[in-house]
């Protein structure tokens, strides 16, 4: 009987930085191990995908303007869960984990491209937040709930981060 | 060999509004698909399946009333898990929804009912927070770990939401 | 065909009381049943394992004492995750949990402890918030991701909490 194959999918939901870093530690970690990774972003978690210097040239309206401008464009921008202070946690947390050579979250997500981690964006999420896939970072795949469980039942291991 | 069933299952512990829409999308999602799907609500969870407008006869001590006055009442009155806003959040997200014709919440689940999606209330969690089983919405089921435990054995996916 | 085992992992990256308390139930449930349980403890899911009174006498800079004053020490300091109005909701929570004869978070550890689960504390966690080994509890194991994945992906549930 063949190995049942050790695939990893985690709905990442959270849009904090230390979250991020969490599902991006087990996601490179698993895809070192040689297993295909899914990670399905949506919610908060789109935020982690924003492009940090980029003005969307779409028209959007009021709602769609306000929460584009009222949430964190991208990895640097992202605050902590807990102890956050207003960004300074953020601050601090990414101070110490540069200077005890841990992976910086770009470094781990530019490390998950390598590896060929399933990086796809939550479709309904984007709608419903107004977010437009140019202002999403390139090499990401699109899609929907049947997408993300399509992914899932073919995993061993499915988490909601 | 037959095929495996792909059954989910979900702790459903929050009582966030953008958490629970979430979960019900998944659960209609695999639902619709064809696979049994159970939701086990506990803790802050169980304010997803208040009744909005009921007010119980049963006694209750001080602790009790106070945490059924505190705690937000059905779907109506969840807040979001970020940008709440007092919940100016929660009132923009579903005003965007409706307008971009997304399902809302209260029809996710009545989907979920129609679906025949398996909705268990924590009955330990009842007890803790003093919430009766006339305060909670017809048609669930009632259980502790072991029932959350026996159906998570037997599925495929399992979250913890 | 021999029956698959069921055993059961939990990320537990949250140090809220609440959270804590539920990740315990699940896990004693299930090695009550008899299967194999790792707790794996990450970010500020460590807090639930520091000792209450203890000071490291190890060199800490600046940050890592920063972080050790700040954050709770032990099951008897975490918060809720809501409603925790500074600590008030914990205390509500602990007292109605002793006066219904709830087992408290002291008392599922140490319970979760006669059922031998695997309680990981995460060292790659510990080095990002300055914990050292001295001042958490005492019987439990270390590891990194891929301690983790391999107990993942020998087990039926896998959640993140």
Not at 73 to 91: E, F, H
Not at 124 to 151: F, N, P, Q, R, W
């Amino acid at each position: 009987m063949a190995e049942e194959n050790n695939n990893t999918t985690m709905v990442v939901f959270s849009g904090d930085l230390d979250k991020a870093i969490a599902s991006f530690i087990i996601a490179t970690g698993a895809a070192a191990m040689g297993d295909r990774v899914t990670m399905f972003f949506t919610f908060w978690g789109l935020n982690v995908l924003r492009k940090e210097n980029y003005t969307s040239t779409e028209n959007k309206n009021f709602m769609e303007k306000m929460f584009g401008k009222m949430m964190p464009k991208g990895p640097g921008k992202l605050g902590l869960s807990k102890m956050n202070m207003g960004g300074m946690g953020a601050k601090m947390m990414k101070k110490v984990m540069k200077d005890k050579n841990i992976s910086t979250l770009p470094e781990l997500m530019e490390m998950a491209k390598e590896l060929d981690v399933n990086i796809v964006a939550c479709t309904m999420s984007m709608d419903v937040l107004g977010i437009g896939k140019d202002e999403l970072i390139d090499g990401i795949d699109y899609g929907g709930v049947a997408t993300y469980l399509g992914e899932a039942y073919d995993a061993k291991v499915n988490l909601f981060i």
